[in-house]
Protein backbone atom coordinates (compact mmCIF):
# COMPACT_ATOMS: atom_id res chain seq x y z
CA UNK A 1 0.00 0.00 0.00
CA UNK A 2 2.60 2.41 0.98
CA UNK A 3 4.68 2.24 -1.87
CA UNK A 4 1.54 2.57 -4.49
CA UNK A 5 1.96 5.28 -6.51
CA UNK A 6 -1.98 6.23 -6.67
CA UNK A 7 -1.68 5.83 -2.99
CA UNK A 8 1.12 8.80 -2.86
CA UNK A 9 -1.13 10.90 -5.58
CA UNK A 10 -4.13 11.05 -3.42
CA UNK A 11 -2.06 12.17 0.02
CA UNK A 12 -0.09 14.01 -1.90
CA UNK A 13 -2.95 16.03 -3.28
CA UNK A 14 -4.92 16.02 0.37
CA UNK A 15 -1.19 18.07 1.25
CA UNK A 16 -0.92 20.04 -1.52
CA UNK A 17 -1.18 23.40 0.01
CA UNK A 18 1.48 22.71 2.44
CA UNK A 19 3.62 19.78 1.23
CA UNK A 20 4.88 21.53 -1.44
CA UNK A 21 7.48 23.54 0.71
CA UNK A 22 8.82 20.43 2.58
CA UNK A 23 12.35 18.92 1.55
CA UNK A 24 9.77 16.09 0.93
CA UNK A 25 9.20 17.91 -2.97
CA UNK A 26 6.29 15.68 -3.53
CA UNK A 27 3.79 17.50 -5.20
CA UNK A 28 3.12 15.57 -8.95
CA UNK A 29 4.77 17.17 -11.69
CA UNK A 30 4.78 16.84 -15.46
CA UNK A 31 6.41 13.38 -16.49
CA UNK A 32 7.95 15.13 -19.43
CA UNK A 33 9.95 17.09 -17.18
CA UNK A 34 11.84 14.00 -15.59
CA UNK A 35 14.43 12.57 -18.17
CA UNK A 36 15.10 9.44 -16.79
CA UNK A 37 18.13 9.29 -18.99
CA UNK A 38 19.64 12.27 -16.47
CA UNK A 39 21.37 15.65 -17.77
CA UNK A 40 25.10 15.48 -19.20
CA UNK A 41 27.18 17.98 -17.64
CA UNK A 42 30.44 19.33 -19.25
CA UNK A 43 33.45 19.39 -16.94
CA UNK A 44 32.55 22.99 -15.39
CA UNK A 45 29.34 22.02 -14.27
CA UNK A 46 30.20 18.62 -12.82
CA UNK A 47 32.74 20.95 -10.39
CA UNK A 48 30.01 22.90 -9.38
CA UNK A 49 28.12 19.62 -8.37
CA UNK A 50 30.67 18.25 -6.94
CA UNK A 51 31.22 21.16 -4.74
CA UNK A 52 27.13 21.25 -3.97
CA UNK A 53 27.03 17.80 -2.95
CA UNK A 54 30.42 17.99 -0.84
CA UNK A 55 28.63 21.55 1.05
CA UNK A 56 25.38 19.32 1.66
CA UNK A 57 27.17 16.79 2.94
CA UNK A 58 28.96 18.97 5.27
CA UNK A 59 25.43 19.80 7.00
CA UNK A 60 24.41 17.97 10.14
CA UNK A 61 22.27 20.84 11.50
CA UNK A 62 20.56 23.69 9.93
CA UNK A 63 18.18 26.47 11.29
CA UNK A 64 16.59 29.01 9.04
CA UNK A 65 13.78 31.45 8.63
CA UNK A 66 11.78 30.67 5.03
CA UNK A 67 9.11 32.84 3.17
CA UNK A 68 7.17 30.45 1.23
CA UNK A 69 5.41 31.69 -2.07
CA UNK A 70 2.42 29.98 -2.95
CA UNK A 71 0.58 29.56 -6.14
CA UNK A 72 -2.30 32.64 -5.35
CA UNK A 73 0.73 34.52 -4.24
CA UNK A 74 0.16 34.94 -0.66
CA UNK A 75 3.26 33.99 1.45
CA UNK A 76 3.59 32.49 4.68
CA UNK A 77 6.41 32.58 6.83
CA UNK A 78 8.55 29.69 9.37
CA UNK A 79 11.56 28.53 11.00
CA UNK A 80 13.28 25.05 9.18
CA UNK A 81 15.04 22.82 11.39
CA UNK A 82 16.65 20.12 9.89
CA UNK A 83 19.44 17.76 11.84
CA UNK A 84 20.64 15.04 9.29
CA UNK A 85 20.01 12.03 8.86
CA UNK A 86 16.65 12.31 8.80
CA UNK A 87 15.13 15.06 10.75
CA UNK A 88 13.17 18.08 9.71
CA UNK A 89 10.75 20.32 10.61
CA UNK A 90 9.00 23.48 9.67
CA UNK A 91 7.22 25.40 11.99
CA UNK A 92 4.87 28.16 10.36
CA UNK A 93 4.17 31.58 12.46
CA UNK A 94 0.59 31.97 13.45
CA UNK A 95 -1.97 32.17 11.96
CA UNK A 96 -0.99 29.12 9.49
CA UNK A 97 -2.01 26.34 11.58
CA UNK A 98 0.70 23.84 9.84
CA UNK A 99 3.47 22.12 11.43
CA UNK A 100 5.62 19.45 8.96
CA UNK A 101 7.80 16.92 10.52
CA UNK A 102 10.43 14.33 9.64
CA UNK A 103 11.29 12.12 12.08
CA UNK A 104 13.72 9.72 10.32
CA UNK A 105 10.75 7.36 9.30
CA UNK A 106 7.69 9.61 8.32
CA UNK A 107 7.13 12.63 6.90
CA UNK A 108 3.90 13.86 8.91
CA UNK A 109 1.75 16.79 8.52
CA UNK A 110 0.12 18.15 11.54
CA UNK A 111 -3.11 20.38 11.22
CA UNK A 112 -3.98 22.03 14.69
CA UNK A 113 -6.75 23.85 13.44
CA UNK A 114 -8.65 20.76 12.33
CA UNK A 115 -6.43 18.26 14.90
CA UNK A 116 -5.18 15.55 12.51
CA UNK A 117 -2.18 14.51 11.35
CA UNK A 118 -1.59 12.76 7.80
CA UNK A 119 1.94 10.24 7.90
CA UNK A 120 3.52 9.76 4.56
CA UNK A 121 6.50 7.32 4.54
CA UNK A 122 10.22 9.59 4.34
CA UNK A 123 11.76 6.77 2.09
CA UNK A 124 9.01 7.38 -0.97
CA UNK A 125 9.61 11.07 -0.81
CA UNK A 126 12.81 12.89 -2.04
CA UNK A 127 13.16 14.51 0.91
CA UNK A 128 15.55 11.36 1.83
CA UNK A 129 17.99 12.89 -0.52
CA UNK A 130 18.77 16.14 1.53
CA UNK A 131 18.14 14.10 4.66
CA UNK A 132 19.93 11.24 3.76
CA UNK A 133 23.51 10.23 5.80
CA UNK A 134 25.51 11.35 2.08
CA UNK A 135 24.01 13.50 -0.29
CA UNK A 136 24.02 11.50 -3.86
CA UNK A 137 22.94 12.85 -7.58
CA UNK A 138 22.61 9.38 -8.77
CA UNK A 139 20.50 7.28 -6.31
CA UNK A 140 17.46 8.48 -4.56
CA UNK A 141 17.59 11.47 -7.12
CA UNK A 142 18.18 12.08 -10.21
CA UNK A 143 19.60 15.45 -11.72
CA UNK A 144 17.74 16.66 -15.19
CA UNK A 145 18.57 20.08 -15.52
CA UNK A 146 21.71 23.11 -14.61
CA UNK A 147 21.55 26.61 -14.87
CA UNK A 148 23.98 29.27 -13.69
CA UNK A 149 23.58 32.64 -13.65
CA UNK A 150 24.12 36.10 -11.86
CA UNK A 151 25.75 33.72 -9.09
CA UNK A 152 23.70 31.81 -8.70
CA UNK A 153 23.39 27.96 -9.40
CA UNK A 154 20.21 25.69 -10.54
CA UNK A 155 19.70 22.28 -10.21
CA UNK A 156 16.74 20.64 -11.12
CA UNK A 157 15.87 16.92 -9.59
CA UNK A 158 13.41 14.70 -9.90
CA UNK A 159 13.00 11.06 -7.52
CA UNK A 160 14.80 8.43 -9.76
CA UNK A 161 12.05 5.64 -8.11
CA UNK A 162 8.95 8.02 -9.04
CA UNK A 163 10.30 10.60 -11.91
CA UNK A 164 6.27 11.73 -12.24
CA UNK A 165 5.63 12.44 -8.56
CA UNK A 166 8.28 15.66 -8.12
CA UNK A 167 9.92 18.42 -9.75
CA UNK A 168 12.19 20.70 -7.86
CA UNK A 169 14.91 23.20 -8.85
CA UNK A 170 16.96 23.60 -5.85
CA UNK A 171 18.67 27.14 -6.01
CA UNK A 172 22.52 28.20 -4.30
CA UNK A 173 24.17 31.24 -3.92
CA UNK A 174 27.45 30.32 -5.70
CA UNK A 175 29.75 32.48 -3.34
CA UNK A 176 29.74 32.17 -0.88
CA UNK A 177 28.29 28.47 -1.01
CA UNK A 178 24.67 28.15 -0.05
CA UNK A 179 21.25 26.89 -0.28
CA UNK A 180 19.24 29.90 -1.25
CA UNK A 181 15.41 28.28 -2.00
CA UNK A 182 13.49 25.80 -3.92
CA UNK A 183 10.93 25.80 -6.39
CA UNK A 184 8.30 23.20 -6.33
CA UNK A 185 6.45 22.77 -9.91
CA UNK A 186 3.28 20.65 -9.92
CA UNK A 187 0.94 19.04 -12.20
CA UNK A 188 -1.04 22.24 -13.05
CA UNK A 189 2.03 24.29 -14.00
CA UNK A 190 1.66 25.89 -10.27
CA UNK A 191 4.65 26.59 -8.97
CA UNK A 192 5.50 26.91 -4.36
CA UNK A 193 9.04 29.18 -4.01
CA UNK A 194 10.43 28.71 -0.24
CA UNK A 195 12.88 31.16 0.32
CA UNK A 196 15.79 31.14 3.18
CA UNK A 197 17.10 33.88 5.10
CA UNK A 198 19.24 34.09 8.35
CA UNK A 199 20.73 30.62 7.88
CA UNK A 200 22.85 28.50 10.63
CA UNK A 201 25.06 25.95 10.22
CA UNK A 202 26.41 23.35 12.56
CA UNK A 203 24.60 24.40 15.54
CA UNK A 204 22.98 22.17 18.60
CA UNK A 205 19.38 21.55 17.76
CA UNK A 206 16.97 20.74 20.69
CA UNK A 207 16.06 16.98 19.70
CA UNK A 208 12.37 17.27 20.82
CA UNK A 209 11.73 19.39 17.57
CA UNK A 210 11.74 16.50 15.44
CA UNK A 211 9.20 14.35 18.02
CA UNK A 212 5.80 14.23 16.92
CA UNK A 213 3.20 14.87 19.42
CA UNK A 214 -0.62 14.54 18.64
CA UNK A 215 -2.14 17.72 18.45
CA UNK A 216 -5.12 17.15 21.16
CA UNK A 217 -1.89 16.50 23.14
CA UNK A 218 -0.14 19.30 22.36
CA UNK A 219 -3.31 21.46 23.24
CA UNK A 220 -3.28 19.84 26.82
CA UNK A 221 0.68 20.20 27.40
CA UNK A 222 0.27 23.89 26.57
Known amino acids: ?3 NARFLRAVTKKLSAVAAI ?4 IIAAPAETANRSGYRLN ?3 KA ?3 RIKSYLNRISTMQARFIQTNPDGKTWEGTLSIKRPGNFRFEYDPPVPHTLISNGTWFIHVDRELKESNFLPLDRTPARFLLAKRVSFDKEVKLIGFRQNAGLIHLRIVNTEH ?3 GHVTLTFNER ?3 LRQWRVHDAQNKNTL ?6 RIGLRLDPQLFKFVEPEQEDQDQ
Request: aromatic share 4%.
Open 163 to 165: PDL
Open 1 to 3: MWG
Open 48 to 50: HVS
Open 176 to 178: PLA
Open 194 to 199: ITLQNT
Open 22 to 25: GLCL
Open 43 to 45: AVQ
